[in-house]
Structures are given as structure tokens and as C-alpha cells.
């Protein structure tokens, strides 16, 4: 079974302050995103990883930078927090390691609340 | 222009009721994904399908893809409270998944 664990689950921070959130998976899936998600948004895609190293830009990449230094570690990171950044970012791993069309696992969530 | 429109937003029913969610789009999917997510986790996947007109089941739930595979549709039979939650449709295609904004679905005791 694929296996996701995000940290923090949650963070409360002041607008201008840096965060970084951490997802990390057990299984070497190849495909990785990060996606938040906003009361009447639904879940909108930030980036996505497809190799180590290799990210691309998603539909709100905007404010936020991702980082894949090993194929087991995705890394969300706002470089100044603001406020509409409030949300739920979650993590997920495509099951298919062909393709980033894939099923997706998604892990649990990162509440972050930006004052 | 969001690619795939879920209707209803809302729908809140008595246990033991029949309903029936939909997903609808202008353009042709390869394959359409349903997600369900309760409260405070991420989405759980429930079902791909891929071939036009294609029917599955899962217990009490019935998922449908449009002939023309560009609409979806979840229909769950004697609805209990654990049906309760936010139903996503999902495609992909031409990169990573896309969702809807999904049905939130209450079903009271």
C-alpha cells in the first residue's frame, strides 16, 4: 500500500513569514503534486513532480516554490506567507508509474492559516 | 470556463433515499476518475472508468460514463449515513488531473 505522510497537519503563521510543507512517500512513486483546496475552488493543482529534480508548474503556482531533492520528498514552500494563502494543501502520489494521469493517493492534509 | 461542472453543489437527503450526481463537460475524456473525501482526510478514490457507456457498480453505488465520454454520472442506492461527504469527478489527459469543485452530500439518520 502507498503510503503518504504530510507535516505539519497544522501550522498557523503571520503573513511575510516563510513555510515550508513536507510530504514524504514510501513507496518510490515516480509522479508527486501538491494541490489545495478552498471552499467553491475545489482542488486546484499547485505543482507537480515527475522525477527528482523535475517540477512543473500547476494552475496556482503563483507564491509558492516546490523542491524534489530525493524521489521519497516533496517540498511546498511559500517564500512569504499571505493571507489567501490560507487553506488545506494536500499531497498525493500518482499509482501509476507511467503516467501522470494516474489514480491518485492522496495523504491526509496541512491545515495552514495565515494571519 | 471550468472543464467539468458537478451538480448539484448541495444535496441533503433522508437515509434509505436513491439519488444521483452528476459530471458534465464540453470536451472527450480518455477516462474519468470519482473521488470520495470525508471530513478532514483527502480524497479516496472509487472508481476509473474508461470505456464510453461504460457502467460500474461498487456495493451500493453506480457509476456511469456518458457514451459520448464527456459526462459521468454516480447514482447510490438506499443512501446511509456513511454515504455522507464531497464527491469529486476527476480527468486527465493532458497532464495532471483536473477535479471538479463536487457534491457535498449529507444523509441524515
Known amino acids: 500500500d502507498a503510503g503518504i505522510t504530510q507535516s505539519p497537519r497544522h501550522k498557523v503563521t503571520e503573513t511575510g513569514t516563510p513555510v515550508t510543507l513536507r510530504c514524504h512517500q514510501t513507496?518510490?512513486?515516480?509522479?508527486m503534486y501538491w494541490y489545495r483546496q478552498d471552499p467553491g475552488h475545489g482542488l486546484r493543482l499547485i505543482h507537480y513532480?515527475?522525477?527528482?529534480?523535475?517540477?512543473d508548474k500547476g494552475e496556482v503556482s503563483d507564491g509558492y516554490s516546490v523542491s524534489r531533492s530525493k524521489t521519497e520528498d516533496f517540498l511546498l514552500t511559500l517564500e512569504s506567507a499571505t493571507s489567501s494563502q490560507t487553506s488545506v494543501y494536500f499531497c498525493?502520489?500518482?499509482?501509476?508509474?507511467?503516467?501522470?494521469?494516474?489514480?491518485?493517493?492522496f495523504g491526509e492534509g496541512s491545515r495552514l492559516t495565515v494571519l | 470556463t471550468q472543464l467539468l461542472e458537478q451538480s448539484p453543489q448541495f444535496l441533503s437527503i433522508q437515509e434509505g433515499e436513491n439519488l444521483t450526481v452528476y459530471c458534465n463537460s464540453s470536451?472527450?475524456?480518455?477516462?474519468l476518475q470519482w473521488y470520495r473525501q470525508e471530513p478532514g482526510e483527502g480524497p479516496v478514490l472509487l472508481v476509473t472508468?474508461?470505456?464510453?457507456?461504460e457502467v460500474k457498480k461498487l456495493k451500493r453505488l453506480t457509476f456511469q460514463f456518458g457514451d459520448a465520454r464527456k459526462d459521468s454520472s454516480l447514482h447510490i442506492t438506499a443512501a446511509q449515513p456513511g454515504d455522507t461527504g464531497l464527491y469529486l469527478c476527476?480527468?486527465?489527459?493532458?497532464?495532471?488531473?483536473?477535479f471538479g469543485k463536487g457534491t457535498r452530500l449529507s444523509v441524515i439518520a
Open positions: 513532480s515527475y522525477g527528482v529534480k523535475d517540477t
Open positions: 498525493a502520489i500518482s499509482l501509476s508509474r507511467d503516467s501522470d494521469t494516474g489514480e491518485l493517493f
Open positions: 476527476a480527468v486527465g489527459g493532458d497532464g495532471p488531473l483536473v
Open positions: 470536451s472527450v475524456f480518455s477516462s
Open positions: 472508468v474508461v470505456t464510453g457507456g
Open positions: 513507496e518510490n512513486h515516480r509522479y
